[in-house]
């Protein structure tokens, strides 16, 4: 089977989740003894765990963050402050355990899956990253396609397989992150593509560049486009044209953890793009999907609006890497436990509202 | 000593967080291999545990919830859907590990320190609630005062000791939490004689009023501040007057939290209004005390905007019982082990961006 054949049978794989289940969600969920609702978004997203798991108590023990680092032909542009070298050196510091990432999914008690999707520099050898090195970063969209249709199609199914790969170990919660010096210019090429916005509208500071910067990048998405032409109705097209390994890997993880059943976390700009991407190639991922937390990168609004989903958190943060991803997890977890441990106002003699008028 | 004598001492003792110890946690934080600034409130809350614990490795690993429950006289007014038979059930329900604040402290680690401080029908004799009644609920503050001055020193004073006690215990991180049918009456009435601004303007649905209800509840609320005519620069007497045993209470844990040099997170909105007293009782506080979540009830907007504090949640909750404390406990938690835990750009080899250009 040809990787676009593989992907589409698993988005023929993507089940509808139960009316049946929602509704006995709610129906616990206001049983519980607190006034209906007051639990706010909490009460929405044990819910959402509640129909996707068919089960009124939900639960998330077993959680994993998929990490892809891939670097990106666009940096020869100077559209980030950091060399491309340091994708490479942040891998070898997510394998020792330095970075923000690493503190993160161990405080919430999720796995790391670290994958080299085509880092551009030499990564150290090391049995904590899968090598998935489809090239050493992706060609310079600003001058050509940032790759052909066969290395897209072959990163989404490298993200499908992982996604599955988790879904087989057990795991009940699947969160994405990434690495990759360059990937907020490609993320803004494929949403302005994808959400149909001008350049200039999602274009931000990425890891700190100044107004001047912000401008040059602006203009090197919209030469990257005009150079590309991709196709805004086809999106493995759009990846292929102006997205990046990691970004076009994502998007596989998205459809693979929705077509094995299990709830994904979308971390912020660069993994709301992928998302994106994979919302549009499968429909069915929508219910699916947990916007972990609304980024600082002005952009990822847009991203949002066009995934049509409300985020856990809004921390301000803007780092990547499934930070934003990994403390969602631990608010998504809280709220199962919530769902799954409290006494209905029956359980605890507790006088409920509508007995008293 | 007498209680209000034992208050000012204890508001004497509140320490001015070191500003040499805040330089070293932003050089801590600005070394770390992420770029500077970008984990956004995540950092800023990191950065404040640092400076108070004065340790460029903060950590929070004892945590405890004080939860105080009381009864309110001026649910003789219909201010609320529940009936005050609720509150002592609810105590029973705590006791039984029931309630959405039992799953939600035991998730981020939390104990749950339970106080009856005066609620107005029989709670079950327990060794899990500490018997601190003062009365029999407050009176009717639509009719009278809530309680007399020296009722609101000595709840306040049990406040000071149960913060005390934990702090002796070890605790590095306390969250208030309370319970009390008819106590977002009595928070409205503090908040708007404390923020100076019209009882409609902090009055909302609280457990699940209607808008004739809410209407109602205004009204009871300006006729109790009319009645009493609370002295705004004089925060006990607006406790006394118009406030409840849990909120004078919680007051008191906040300076009791502050003095003995233990960081403080206040719950929803009546937590915040007796966060509000208790500035304007001992403005030293301030820097000790996060907001954890902005509340959906529509006084609480007010109350941030007066306390000056920025909350770390925005999930739309407004069940009180310390339930938005111990989720921004997890995340102050998180932020604490970010820093602590994360590795320099020079100890992980990666190239900063200063040294590149």
Same mark, same amino acid.
């Given at each position: 089977?040809?990787?676009?054949?593989?992907?589409?049978?698993?988005?023929?794989?993507?089940?509808?989740?139960?009316?049946?289940?929602?509704?006995?969600?709610?129906?616990?969920?206001?049983?519980?003894?607190?006034?209906?609702?007051?639990?706010?978004?909490?009460?929405?997203?044990?819910?959402?765990?509640?129909?996707?798991?068919?089960?009124?108590?939900?639960?998330?023990?077993?959680?994993?963050?998929?990490?892809?680092?891939?670097?990106?032909?666009?940096?020869?542009?100077?559209?980030?402050?950091?060399?491309?070298?340091?994708?490479?050196?942040?891998?070898?510091?997510?394998?020792?355990?330095?970075?923000?990432?690493?503190?993160?999914?161990?405080?919430?008690?999720?796995?790391?899956?670290?994958?080299?999707?085509?880092?551009?520099?030499?990564?150290?050898?090391?049995?904590?990253?899968?090598?998935?090195?489809?090239?050493?970063?992706?060609?310079?969209?600003?001058?050509?396609?940032?790759?052909?249709?066969?290395?897209?199609?072959?990163?989404?199914?490298?993200?499908?397989?992982?996604?599955?790969? /988790?879904?087989? *170990?057990?795991?009940?919660?699947? +969160? =994405? %992150?990434?690495?990759?010096?360059?990937?907020?210019?490609? &993320? $803004?090429?494929?949403?302005?593509?994808?959400?149909?916005?001008?350049?200039?509208?999602?274009?931000?500071?990425?890891?700190?560049?100044?107004?001047?910067?912000?401008?040059?990048?602006?203009?090197?998405?919209?030469?990257?486009?005009?150079?590309?032409?991709?196709?805004?109705?086809?999106?493995?097209?759009?990846?292929?044209?102006?997205?990046?390994?990691?970004?076009?890997?994502?998007?596989?993880?998205?459809?693979?953890?929705?077509?094995?059943?299990?709830?994904?976390?979308?971390?912020?700009?660069?993994?709301?793009?992928?998302?994106?991407?994979?919302?549009?190639?499968?429909?069915?991922?929508?219910?699916?999907?947990?916007?972990?937390?609304?980024?600082?990168?002005?952009?990822?609004?847009?991203?949002?609006?066009?995934?049509?989903?409300?985020?856990? /958190?809004?921390? *301000?943060?803007?780092?990547?890497? +499934? =930070? %934003?991803?990994?403390?969602?997890?631990?608010?998504?977890? &809280? $709220?199962?436990?919530?769902?799954?441990?409290?006494?209905?106002?029956?359980?605890?003699?507790?006088?409920?509202?509508?007995?008293?008028?």
């Amino acid at each position: 089977v040809t990787d676009e054949g593989l992907i589409a049978h698993t988005i023929a794989e993507i089940a509808e989740p139960s009316k049946a289940a929602e509704i006995r969600a709610w129906e616990r969920l206001d049983s519980l003894t607190k006034p209906p609702g007051s639990l706010g978004l909490l009460e929405e997203v044990a819910a959402r765990v509640a129909t996707l798991q068919d089960a009124v108590r939900p639960s998330v023990p077993r959680k994993a963050i998929v990490l892809m680092a891939a670097d990106h032909g666009v940096t020869d542009e100077n559209v980030s402050p950091y060399p491309r070298e340091v994708t490479a050196q942040m891998v070898a510091n997510f394998v020792a355990g330095g970075a923000a990432i690493n503190q993160l999914a161990r405080h919430v008690g999720a796995t790391l899956t670290l994958i080299d999707i085509g880092v551009g520099t030499p990564v150290p050898a090391s049995d904590g990253v899968i090598e998935a090195r489809i090239a050493d970063g992706t060609a310079n969209m600003a001058r050509g396609p940032a790759m052909t249709r066969e290395q897209a199609a072959r990163a989404v199914r490298i993200g499908i397989e992982a996604a599955r790969a /988790l879904a087989d *170990d057990g795991v009940d919660l699947i +969160g =994405t %992150g990434e690495m990759g010096i360059g990937n907020t210019t490609s &993320a $803004a090429a494929v949403t302005s593509v994808l959400a149909g916005v001008e350049p200039k509208r999602v274009v931000g500071p990425g890891t700190g560049l100044d107004e001047a910067g912000v401008r040059h990048k602006a203009f090197i998405v919209k030469r990257a486009i005009e150079r590309n032409s991709p196709d805004a109705s086809d999106a493995l097209d759009v990846l292929a044209k102006v997205g990046g390994f990691e970004i076009a890997g994502l998007a596989g993880v998205v459809i693979g953890a929705a077509a094995a059943g299990v709830p994904v976390v979308a971390d912020g700009y660069i993994s709301g793009a992928a998302t994106l991407a994979a919302l549009r190639m499968a429909p069915g991922v929508a219910p699916w999907v947990f916007a972990s937390h609304r980024s600082a990168e002005p952009g990822h609004g847009i991203v949002l609006e066009a995934l049509g989903l409300v985020p856990v /958190l809004d921390l *301000d943060m803007r780092l990547g890497e +499934g =930070t %934003g991803a990994a403390l969602a997890m631990g608010i998504i977890d &809280a $709220a199962c436990v919530m769902m799954s441990g409290m006494a209905t106002f029956a359980e605890a003699g507790v006088t409920d509202r509508e007995q008293t008028g």
